[in-house]
């Protein structure tokens, strides 16, 4: 199974993203994924997951900015990012919680301007 994040780009502050998370290799949607981010500064964190039956978590530090969404027949997982901040700069990625696959894929750069 891979993983391909895309979407990323340079916004400025308070604009918006929509990132996407496409899965191959597998005749299955996958269960749970999550959308993680990571700057220079800090270690990768969780932003958001969804389970398979659309129940969504988020990070305090994007509630009521980010939707993550999934449409299982292209098996994919969309991440909206609205009000971005320059906080929210850092590479995003995707993955299945609670067992990631291995290795991890690039992710996708987003890059908030102030």
């Known amino acids: 199974v891979q993983l391909q994040a895309s979407g990323g780009g340079l916004v400025q502050t308070g604009g918006s993203l929509r990132l996407s998370c496409l899965f191959s290799?597998?005749?299955?949607?996958?269960?749970?994924v999550g959308w993680y981010r990571q700057s220079p500064t800090k270690q990768r964190e969780l932003v958001a997951s969804i389970t398979s039956g659309r129940n969504t978590i988020y990070a305090d530090f994007v509630k009521g900015r980010f939707t993550i969404s999934r449409d299982n027949i292209k098996k994919t997982v969309y991440l909206q990012m609205n009000s971005l901040k320059s906080e929210d700069t850092a590479v995003y990625y995707c993955n299945t919680i609670p067992n990631p696959i291995e290795p991890w894929g690039q992710g996708t750069q987003v890059t908030v301007s102030s």
């Open positions: 290799g597998s005749r299955f949607s996958p269960g749970t």
